[in-house]
């Protein structure tokens, strides 16, 4: 079955520094990965996703993830934190392209001022 | 536009009470989705429509009825549903796409207490 695993509940970094949210997966097949954003009392925004191609995929507001195939995981970064990044941001997988999205639990990034 | 809409946004309801809530949006999307999120936790699918039909049902209590009537509106009407039923409910569409996969656009949500 599939699942996806976001290991930290928290994380906090200081604002201008570089920052790693994780995510590990795990498919029996190619995995279609996806990183969302949710801000309080607000629904999901998508941020990015890797289907195929280039490891390194580039998102919204200066987002990007690495798909690492022999390390099965897809860890969100950027170069450099904003406060306004502070949220609940998920990682999600769909192993076959009909199945439904299995979400992480999600991880608050707390980014300090 | 790529902007998927709720209503209400909040919504307050009795045991006995029948509701419904609204979703709709207008980029041509053929899936669209129901999602039941609990404070802090990820959402939990509810109900998948694939051109307005309904192709997914998570064993969902059948106090929660889902309907859609055309491509753009997705509706869910609510009877006696009880305390733990209080939740942020999400809708979401996408594209459907033959060997593609397609990222999900979601809603700003409806929050529901039952009381």
């Known amino acids: 079955a599939q699942s996806v695993a976001q290991p930290e509940d928290q994380v906090n970094v200081a604002e201008g520094n570089p920052l790693t949210v994780k995510c590990t997966y795990s498919?029996?097949?190619?995995?279609?990965l996806f990183w969302y954003v949710q801000y309080p009392n607000r629904g999901l925004q998508f941020l990015l996703k890797?289907?195929?191609?280039?490891?390194l995929v580039k998102g919204s507001y200066g987002f990007e993830a690495e798909f690492n195939k022999s390390q099965t995981s897809f860890h969100l970064k950027k170069p450099s934190a904003l406060v306004s990044d502070s949220a609940l941001y998920f990682c999600?997988?769909?192993?076959?392209?009909?199945?439904?999205?299995?979400f992480g639990k999600g991880t608050r990034l707390h980014i300090l001022p | 536009d790529t902007e998927v809409t709720q209503t209400p946004k909040h919504l307050v309801m009795g045991m006995t009470n029948k509701k419904s809530l609204k979703c709709e949006q207008h980029?041509?999307?053929?899936?669209m989705y129901w999602y039941k999120q609990k404070a802090k936790k990820p959402p939990e699918l509810m109900f998948v429509?694939?051109?307005?039909?309904?192709?997914i049902n998570e064993s969902v209590p059948s106090r929660f009825s889902p309907e859609c009537p055309n491509s753009s509106l997705l509706n869910l009407h609510l009877h006696a549903l009880q305390p733990e039923d209080s939740a942020l409910y999400l809708c979401?569409?996408?594209?459907?796409?033959?060997?593609?996969?397609?990222?999900?656009?979601f809603g700003p949500g409806t929050r529901l207490t039952v009381t």
């Open positions: 979401a569409s996408s594209q459907v796409r033959r060997g593609a996969v397609s990222e999900q656009y």
């Open positions: 498919v029996s097949g190619n995995p279609y």
């Open positions: 890797y289907i195929t191609g280039d490891n």
């Open positions: 999600a997988v769909i192993q076959n392209r009909d199945d439904k999205i299995i």
């Open positions: 980029m041509g999307h053929r899936a």
């Open positions: 429509y694939s051109y307005e039909k309904l192709s």
